[in-house]
């Protein structure tokens, strides 16, 4: 049961430790769109998209309008698209990214991905023609991200893969060259690429996802510097428990928000995830609770062990929510 305390607190937290819900991102399926008419294809991707996430963005407005909480971005990650695609040129790629990002704008989304591909062992043809159009497809959209999985800890590195993709980068940063190279910062490239992930830009949904899902990242590390600086001079123990304490309540209020957006949505939530992630806001760094935690300045002797340290003390208040 809520106390007074506790509003206050979460109040305090919203307005002066810039905790927020940094994003709010369902993720769809695409595996019943696959035709081996690209035009079908393509059509069948827009519908299933702009209907799945219909309200999403209005269901989020109206979720910070209830509770007061910023929620920062909307977005959408779809199965990789290589797969969907898998017997497309890489034009036609491309005109899948364009219809992606079409679908995100209708609905008014920040971001979409699963613009993506796994070329661990070897690169199957669809996956080969995506990673060629990259650079075209992110001059052409917005909204649409790209992940490229290169490396796994079983198979390897495909060192081709990694090649080709450092050409892709230069010359996806000279097509976008009159923006700031945007387009680079839509790429990511991985070794072990987790198998679902909400999290732009390396966002896909899972193979063993369900057709829809909601996933909620909550941002905070404000509010985890304002709390080691609240606590002051002490022992690793009380500095780990001060931590966790923390993330669990920041924890909770993104348990909140997913299970709300869940409910209304009509779909299943999946993971509630604690990001440190910093914002331009003065103070809203990981280096700014290093330095709080007692380190002279990051990047000095014991920043490895710091961040170590808390890390694992995030992770365990958050497993404390679940």
């Known amino acids: 049961?809520?106390?007074?305390?506790?509003?206050?607190?979460?109040?305090?937290?919203?307005?002066?430790?810039?905790?927020?819900?940094?994003?709010?991102?369902?993720?769809?399926?695409?595996?019943?769109?696959?035709?081996?008419?690209?035009?079908?294809?393509?059509?069948?991707?827009?519908?299933?998209?702009?209907?799945?996430?219909?309200?999403?963005?209005?269901?989020?407005?109206?979720?910070?309008?209830?509770?007061?909480?910023?929620?920062?971005?909307?977005?959408?990650?779809?199965?990789?698209?290589?797969?969907v695609g898998a017997g497309l040129s890489s034009d036609?790629?491309?005109?899948?990214?364009?219809?992606?990002?079409?679908?995100?704008?209708?609905?008014?989304?920040?971001?979409?991905?699963?613009?993506?591909?796994?070329?661990?062992?070897?690169?199957?043809k669809g996956a080969s023609a995506l990673i060629e159009s990259i650079p075209q497809a992110m001059l052409e959209t917005e909204r649409v991200c790209s992940s490229i999985n290169v490396a796994t800890t079983k198979a390897g590195i495909n060192m081709d893969a990694v090649k080709r993709m450092g050409e892709i980068i230069k010359d996806t940063a000279y097509l976008t060259r009159d923006r700031d190279s945007i387009g680079c910062a839509k790429i990511v490239v991985f070794a072990n690429m987790p198998e679902d992930n909400p999290f732009m830009a390396g966002a896909v949904h899972g193979i063993g996802e369900p057709d829809t899902v909601i996933n909620v990242g909550v941002s905070g590390p404000g509010v985890v510097a304002a709390a080691i600086k609240e606590v002051g001079k002490c022992d690793f123990s009380i500095l780990a428990e001060t931590i966790k304490r923390i993330a669990f309540k920041i924890t909770r209020v993104g348990q909140l928000i997913a299970a709300e957006a869940a409910k209304r949505l009509g779909v299943p939530y999946g993971i509630v995830d604690l990001s440190l992630a910093p914002t331009p806001a003065a103070g809203d760094s990981v280096a700014e609770i290093l330095e709080n935690m007692g380190l002279e300045c990051t990047g000095t002797h014991g920043t490895t062990a710091a961040l170590a340290l808390l890390n694992d003390a995030v992770k365990k208040g958050g497993d404390m929510a679940t």
């Open 1 to 83: 049961m809520l106390n007074t305390q506790d509003i206050l607190e979460t109040v305090r937290m919203i307005r002066e430790e810039n905790l927020d819900i940094r994003t709010v991102t369902m993720g769809i399926s695409l595996f019943d769109c696959i035709s081996d008419d690209p035009s079908r294809l393509e059509q069948k991707i827009y519908d299933k998209i702009t209907t799945s996430a219909k309200n999403l963005v209005s269901v989020c407005e109206d979720l910070e309008r209830t509770y007061g909480i910023p929620i920062v971005n909307k977005r959408i990650s779809v199965t990789p698209i290589s797969y």
């Open 92 to 124: 036609g790629f491309v005109r899948l990214a364009k219809v992606l990002e079409r679908a995100a704008s209708d609905l008014g989304v920040n971001f979409i991905g699963g613009y993506s591909a796994h070329v661990q062992k070897g690169a199957i």
